[in-house]
C-alpha cells in the first residue's frame, strides 16, 4: 500500500522561510489530488494547500501570497513553499493525497513539526 512521508520541518524564525517535501512510496499509482493539512495543539486540524491531478490549487486563507503548493515531475511527491512565516503558522504539517481507484479513503503521512518563533 501507498505510503506518505514528509520531511522539511524544522524551527524558523519570523519571516523565514521552509520546504515540506512528500513523497509517496509508489509512483505508478494515479492520485486524484495531494495537499498539506496542518494542526496546532489543542486546534482541530485544517486544510493549508491542495492541488489536483490537474493542476487546479486551493489554499487556505490565512496562507494565500505566502505558501505554494507544487508537484514533482514523478507526480509521487508534493512541495509546499513556505515564506514570511509567522507564529501563527506553527503546527504539525501532514500530506495528504487521495488515490484515483480509491477516492473515499485518502492517505495521510505522519507529519512533520514547523516551528515558528518570535
Known amino acids: 500500500q501507498v505510503q506518505l512521508v514528509e520531511s522539511g520541518g524544522g524551527l524558523v524564525q519570523p519571516g523565514g522561510s521552509l520546504r515540506l517535501s512528500c513523497a509517496a512510496s509508489?509512483?505508478?499509482?494515479?492520485?486524484?489530488?495531494m495537499g498539506w493539512y496542518r494542526q496546532a495543539p489543542g486546534k482541530e486540524r485544517e486544510l493549508v494547500a491542495t492541488t489536483t491531478s490537474i493542476g487546479i490549487t486551493n489554499y487556505a486563507d490565512s496562507v494565500k501570497g505566502r505558501f505554494t503548493i507544487s508537484r514533482g515531475s514523478a507526480k509521487n511527491t508534493v512541495f509546499l513553499q513556505m515564506n514570511s512565516l509567522k507564529p501563527e503558522d506553527t503546527a504539525v504539517y501532514y500530506c495528504?493525497?487521495?488515490?484515483?481507484?480509491?477516492?473515499?479513503?485518502?492517505?495521510w503521512g505522519q507529519g512533520t513539526q514547523v516551528t515558528v518563533s518570535s
Open positions: 509508489g509512483s505508478i499509482f494515479s492520485f486524484n489530488a
Open positions: 495528504n493525497a487521495v488515490l484515483s481507484i480509491a477516492p473515499n479513503h485518502p492517505l
